[in-house]
């Protein structure tokens, strides 16, 4: 303890206290430096903006190493911040390197800018995601799945197009672009459960989706807790939407709606009557609703 003390007191006791001090101001590269250091500092901590942060904290270095080389004429400040400038160069090009190694197909890109990127999703997360997918072409009047038949084994999002959704030939909605082409059939069963569609899903014109296979899906969610709980944001909302939006279209009588976020309401209303198939086929979803 006391030998701490000791070299305390020698650092600031026995230091010599500047006696004048200079009257001019330093010259404007130094100045230039400390506001580059600022601004610096002020980056985030993404991609683009560590790229942001090396990118000015490099050019303050530089403005140091040339202040101290033209202006105070001291090997040291010089050498140690023109080290620290060679360092934030590299790291730029790292950085920069693997910015740009990161590139997707087109349907990636617009998918990535229209999805992800608003809620914050960074290039090498999405990344993992997109790596685990594969675009598909759905031509004009082609099914993706047939009720009663296609069995529930993949989550597909679509990129471009419009898809058509019916059941026993009754139309229910469109599918729209960046919307779950399967969020309900996908939230219905568990990870060890099989099932099938039970609606019918038609291209009403030529159409690209991104396709994930269950399997590996629920791999990349047991890896990435993250990324599962991206997933389980996106369905949801994405059933929401189809719920709601069914809401004008379901009737049980002439005068009432069937409101879905009652779901008993139709058998009281109406026990004689056989259950809409608009309501069985979000059966399965009301769970999600009422959670």
Request: glycine content about 6%.
């Amino acid at each position: 303890m006391e030998r701490n003390l000791t070299l305390w007191k020698n650092l600031i006791d026995e230091h010599p206290v500047c006696t004048t001090w200079k009257q001019e101001a330093e010259g404007a590269i130094y100045h230039l430096a400390s506001i580059l250091f600022v601004v610096g500092f002020m980056g985030g901590s993404g991609f683009f903006g560590q790229l942001y942060v090396f990118s000015l904290l490099g050019l303050g270095f530089l403005c140091s190493a040339v202040w101290a080389w033209v202006d105070i004429c001291a090997a040291d400040i010089f050498s140690w911040n023109f080290v620290l400038f060679i360092i934030c160069f590299m790291q730029f090009v790292h950085i920069a390197y693997q910015v740009h190694s990161i590139t997707f197909a087109r349907e990636f890109q617009l998918l990535y800018s229209s999805l992800f990127q608003p809620l914050g999703i960074s290039l090498p997360v999405f990344r993992t995601i997109a790596l685990s997918s594969e675009v598909v072409t759905l031509e004009k009047e082609h099914c993706y799945a047939m009720q009663g038949k296609t069995s529930i084994d993949k989550l597909s999002l679509l990129i471009s197009g419009r898809i058509r959704v019916t059941v026993d030939g009754e139309f229910l909605h469109y599918i729209f672009p960046f919307q779950f082409l399967d969020s309900p059939e996908w939230d219905s069963l568990r990870p060890t459960e099989e099932g099938t569609f039970q609606v019918t899903l038609t291209a009403e014109t030529d159409c690209r989706y991104v396709s994930w296979r269950r399997k590996k899906l629920y791999l990349l969610f047991a890896q990435h807790r993250y990324i599962s709980r991206l997933f389980s944001v996106l369905i949801g909302s994405d059933i929401a939407d189809k719920l709601y939006a069914l809401n004008d279209r379901v009737y049980i009588g002439k005068r009432y709606h069937y409101d879905i976020r009652l779901p008993n309401f139709y058998q009281l209303a109406s026990p004689e009557k056989p259950r809409s198939p608009l309501i069985r086929h979000f059966q399965n979803s009301k769970k999600y609703c009422d959670k």
